[in-house]
């Protein structure tokens, strides 16, 4: 069982910049995958970004493409996410997601942080 803790969430204006973190429980973190995901009020959840986990190009969603990154801290056990240039459209709430290697299917979430963005 892993459990995810993300923090960093917060109210800011379009433009500005936030930093997401993600606590991982596990000291193996090399051995799962790790994602990014939000949720949109009255939206189904949308896949931001993700890193498999032993490595390699990280995969991003389209609408944050150019705008994210995702990074890991194999030392720290901690997966972030910068987002620069926040639009309006991507409030919501953000979680952590993660799934050992080999599995298609996303196995541990976090409780999830808001974020908002006033124009």
């Known amino acids: 069982q892993v459990q995810l803790v993300e923090f960093g969430g917060g109210a800011v204006q379009a433009g500005d910049s936030l930093k997401l973190s993600c606590a991982a429980s596990?000291?193996?973190?090399?051995?799962?995958?790790m994602g990014w995901f939000r949720q949109a009020p009255g939206q189904e959840r949308e896949f931001l970004a993700a890193?498999?986990?032993?490595?390699?190009?990280?995969r991003y969603g389209d609408s944050v493409k150019g705008r994210f990154t995702i990074s890991r801290d194999y030392v720290k056990n901690m997966v972030s996410l910068q987002m620069h240039d926040l639009e309006f459209e991507d409030t919501g709430v953000y979680y952590c997601?993660?799934?050992?290697?080999?599995?298609?299917?996303?196995?541990?979430w976090g409780q999830g942080t808001q974020v908002t963005v006033s124009i």
């Open positions: 997601a993660a799934r050992r290697s080999g599995e298609s299917s996303w196995e541990y």
């Open positions: 596990t000291h193996s973190l090399s051995y799962f995958a």
């Open positions: 890193l498999r986990g032993r490595g390699g190009p990280a």
